[in-house]
């Protein structure tokens, strides 16, 4: 790239061609003010307070939209730029209301603080005020377009960061400002409530409403968002030891500016007057407030008793996808080294596993092949299984920014109608359960129209050929009928995805939560490779995870079969790798996944379970049975932030904090490690989930020689290979801790280190079971659960949200018009879902977003939890329960009172 050098300020400065004036003069510590300009904005030269004056010329320039030309000389600070600058914030404010004193964007305006540096005083200009109503009745923004200033960070922030086209200007001349479609409140908008343009907004014309803690931060600590496996940077504004706001990081190159609903407003949880402040010891079914040292007492008391009582495996741990590698890390050497056995697992069991299965027998490594941003270089991008608007916002606002903003394809596949419908260029909508017949399906036309990419099977791949001997089965026809979809419209897509330099496929839950989805991520990774988007700059495969770290539990071995890194149990070299660590024995024999432990728990075989941070009750099918497994354990100890139906049923509870009052790391969906970084300390005599733990093999006999997670760390870096290069600092403000992407050879990163199983790529045959038809055993419909924005898990840290409480969406069950019409169903009507297992009552919404024969409704919501109705079904490859579709019974009970 051709370097460009300028005189600005009366010294030679130098920046790439395409540059700008502003950009260059930053790069070099020259501060010129702006009020519309930000980094991960296009720059619109809105506000003109970056005027720099071109000497050569004598003409003023905003420098944010002028880019640098060899020979300029430039000064940002002459007399007449001072003066144009000074006029240009005089006429803003003369038409501002004087309300500094009680606006709450106080000190953080930009405005205020650019006329301050100004040395702005008294206007001499006549005031024009713009008199503005706040309609909004939202609990999370509010708007006083008397304090815009039209700068369109707003407008911009919507249409270039989230892409929901809310925003844009109304009115023209001097009434313009930014608004909703017909000016309508923004709760009656496409607005999701994000929170981006409200970071962004630089006076108060935007700020956040409802704040729990209305008082102005003291510090800010950039750590990472808790909630889904995005793993957005946020920063937490602090206040004593309140969290009085939570914004994007400006150092995260994952969100880049952006944030969803649960990131801006999910912050709440963390000073809830429910949080558990101290331990409880259950005596005669009442809890008793203990000390630390009495409670831990009693748990090594009573685990150490279940061990020598009954055997190391009578015992099994459940870590969690919610807390850090570093404390996964522990609670699997807990489990192994200090109980002694393998019974471990985490709860992302319960909808990821089947990539461990699907995509580490194929390309060597269960996760995600890319980073987040090559999804907006793709060509083609198909998305299974999943809807990212909701799940993974993040995920969501870069692929309609590659279909919005650089043309890319989206290819759909869905049976409802997902939020990502308005921009897709193809919706396939596949009978439930039927992804790896499409899937397969397409494999077979894209090999029979020989669009397979022939040197990257040749090269990188091996088993081909019974992998194409296995789809012979999949002609047009059968897919037609398995599917339900034309096969002229499958053909359509597989050649799309076929022909397209770079193609990435996005699977969630929908796919991996049936009983078949290790051999839908199998035929999905099949085709990856088929194609040659595996490795590419910009094609790939994209899982994602519910929870923050779902990826680093797997990561970190809190598995029953995999020690850190992946590395296998009955391996004999990675299990002696371990032993010589941490000088003791590990047990050889895979453990139990966390619906076995359950099932032994209802048996009587497994004795006392540890479970960290996880609901089961409430998040896991079949509420009942798990009820009644953990109720027949001789001990039961839960560690945990909130009371939950799970902890309700320990003998012991330990309260844990939460993410903000500690150190460590989480690894997002990408496979990138990032710090969480403590900004308060922990509430009550709550304590870190690693301190517990350590405190806890202390009293069991077993030392451990770490004292902080830094010391952690330095032990995954030595021994699971992936985390080496890692660096850890609780320093280093938002530091991005580990890429694991080689910058050099992005897309390369570590697949073509030696990883694939036998130096390849493996194609890998997957069978098809057609699922029994529901209509056949007298329940006729099919109900597909799933997530909406403001919720998420189980419920319980948005339950201690009060703004995203209220937000949260009732219990509603979608059935469309002609199903609703033969069964007499009103839009609004009760209705009682009857499964096999249990039985509830949700008002319906009649609509055209599910085909006939389907019924939706959200897992978890304020009103009832979709949980209870699921038998527990196991994918046999992954053992993941079923838990996306039960068929079910539907009947209207009477109009919603
Ligand atoms: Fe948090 Fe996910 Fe939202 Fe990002 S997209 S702010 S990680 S919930």
Do not use: W
């Given at each position: 790239m051709d370097t460009i050098t300028i005189t600005m300020n009366g010294r030679e400065v130098s920046g790439q061609q395409g540059m700008t004036i502003l950009d260059l003069a930053r790069e070099s510590g020259i501060d010129i003010p702006t009020l519309c300009h930000d980094p991960w904005l296009q720059p619109v030269g809105a506000c003109r307070i970056c005027l720099v004056e071109d000497e050569r010329r004598g003409v003023l320039l905003a420098s944010c939209v002028t880019p640098i030309m060899q020979g300029m000389v430039i000064n940002t600070e002459s007399p007449r730029v001072q003066e144009r600058r000074k006029t240009i914030v005089e006429l803003m404010l003369a038409s501002h209301p004087d309300s500094c004193l009680v606006c709450d964007k106080g000190n953080r305006c930009s405005l205020r603080r650019i006329a301050s540096e100004m040395g702005i005083g008294l206007l001499s200009l006549q005031k024009i005020p713009q008199p503005a109503e706040i309609k909004e009745v939202n609990p999370f923004i509010e708007r006083d377009m008397s304090k815009c200033i039209l700068c369109a960070k707003c407008i911009r922030a919507d249409q270039e960061l989230v892409v929901e086209g809310a925003l844009d200007y109304i009115h023209r001349g001097f009434t313009a400002r930014p608004s909703t479609f017909a000016d309508a409140p923004l709760e009656k908008s496409e607005c999701t409530f994000c929170g981006t343009c409200v970071a962004l907004c630089p006076t108060g014309a935007l700020i956040e409403k409802d704040r729990p803690h209305r008082i102005t931060a003291q510090k800010a600590v950039d750590t990472v968002c808790p909630f889904c496996g995005c793993g957005c940077g946020i920063s937490l504004e602090v206040r004593g030891n309140h969290v009085v706001r939570s914004i994007p990081s400006q150092n995260s190159s994952v969100n880049k500016g952006a944030i969803c609903v649960k990131g801006s407003y999910g912050y709440d949880f963390i000073n809830s007057p429910e949080r558990l402040t101290t331990p409880l010891l259950k005596v005669e079914d009442e809890f008793q407030e203990v000390s630390w040292d009495a409670a831990l007492a009693t748990v090594a008391y009573e685990l150490t008793k279940a061990k020598e009582n009954s055997g190391p495996n009578s015992l099994a741990l459940l870590g969690s996808s919610k807390c850090t590698n570093e404390e996964n890390y522990l609670l699997q050497w807990f489990a192994r080294m200090v109980i002694g056995t393998n019974n471990i697992d985490n709860g992302s069991r319960l909808y990821s596993s089947a990539g461990l299965v699907g995509l580490g027998s194929s390309i060597g490594f269960p996760g995600t092949t890319n980073p987040l941003c090559d999804i907006e270089q793709s060509e083609v991008i198909l998305v299974i299984g999943a809807d990212p608007t909701t799940s993974a916002p993040l995920v969501g606002y870069a692929i309609k920014r590659a279909v919005r903003q650089k043309n890319a394809k989206l290819l759909l596949v869905d049976p409802r109608q997902a939020k990502l419908y308005p921009f897709a260029h193809q919706w396939l909508r596949p009978k439930l359960a039927t992804d790896v017949v499409l899937i397969n399906g397409m494999a077979k036309m894209i090999v029979d129209k020989c669009l397979i990419d022939q040197e990257h099977v040749d090269r990188r791949t091996d088993n081909f050929e019974a992998f194409r001997e296995s789809l012979r089965q999949y002609t047009p026809e059968y897919i037609e009928a398995e599917t339900g979809i034309p096969a002229s419209d499958v053909q359509q897509a597989a050649w799309s995805f076929a022909e397209a330099t770079q193609a990435s496929i996005v699977y969630g839950n929908g796919v991996t939560q049936h009983i078949g989805g290790s051999s839908t991520v199998t035929a999905l990774a099949n085709l990856a490779m088929l194609t040659g988007n595996i490795g590419r700059r910009h094609g790939g495969i994209y899982a994602l995870q519910r929870d923050c770290?779902?990826?680093?539990?797997?990561?970190?071995?809190?598995?029953?079969?995999?020690?850190?890194?992946?590395?296998?149990?009955?391996?004999?070299?990675?299990?002696?790798?371990?032993?010589?660590?941490w000088g003791t024995p590990v047990p050889t024999n895979p453990g139990l996944t966390v619906v076995e432990m359950l099932n032994q728990a209802k048996d009587g075989t497994v004795k006392a379970m540890y479970i960290v941070g996880e609901n089961p009750v409430e998040g896991f099918p079949n509420s009942t049975?798990?009820?009644?497994?953990?109720?027949?354990?001789?001990?039961?100890?839960?560690?945990?932030?909130?009371?939950?139906?799970?902890?309700?049923?320990?003998?012991?509870?330990?309260?844990?904090?939460?993410?903000?009052?500690?150190?460590?790391?989480?690894?997002?969906?990408?496979?990138?490690?990032?710090?969480?970084?403590?900004?308060?300390?922990?509430?009550?005599n709550s304590l870190p989930d690693s301190e517990i733990v350590i405190r806890l093999a202390a009293q069991m006999g077993h030392a451990i020689r770490f004292s902080s997670p830094q010391q952690v760390n330095e032990e995954i870096k030595a021994s699971v290979p992936l985390y080496q290069g890692t660096t850890y600092s609780s320093e280093a403000i938002g530091q991005i801790q580990q890429d694991r992407f080689d910058s050099s050879k992005i897309g390369t990163r570590r697949l073509y280190k030696g990883q694939f199983p036998n130096g390849f790529e493996r194609f890998t045959t997957t069978c098809y079971t057609p699922q029994e038809q529901s209509s056949q055993n007298?329940?006729?419909?099919?109900?597909?659960?799933?997530?909406?924005?403001?919720?998420?898990?189980?419920?319980?840290?948005?339950?201690?949200?009060?703004?995203?409480?209220?937000?949260?969406?009732?219990?509603?069950?979608?059935?469309?018009?002609s199903d609703a019409q033969q069964l007499g169903i009103e839009d609004g009507d009760d209705v009682r879902i009857t499964s096999r297992t249990d039985s509830l009552v949700s008002p319906a919404i009649v609509s055209d977003t599910v085909p006939q024969g389907m019924l939706y409704m959200p897992m978890a919501s304020n009103s009832c939890n979709a949980a209870s109705l699921f038998s527990v079904q196991l994918d046999p490859q992954s053992k993941t329960p079923s838990f996306k579709s039960c068929a079910v019974k539907i009947e209207r009970i009477g109009s919603h009172g």
């Open positions: 770290n779902a990826q680093g539990a797997c990561d970190m071995g809190a598995l029953p079969n995999f020690l850190p890194g992946y590395q296998t149990i009955t391996d004999d070299q990675a299990r002696k790798r371990f032993e010589e660590l049975l798990v009820r009644e497994a953990l109720a027949n354990l001789d001990f039961l100890v839960v560690q945990d932030m909130f009371m939950t139906p799970t902890t309700k049923l320990a003998n012991v509870i330990l309260p844990a904090t939460s993410f903000a009052e500690k150190d460590g790391s989480f690894t997002n969906f990408e496979g990138r490690v990032q710090n969480v970084r403590k900004a308060i300390e922990p509430i009550g007298g329940y006729a419909f099919e109900l597909v659960v799933g997530t909406t924005l403001y919720q998420f898990g189980s419920g319980v840290r948005i339950s201690k949200s009060p703004r995203l409480n209220r937000f949260r969406a009732h219990s509603f069950v979608e059935i469309c018009k």
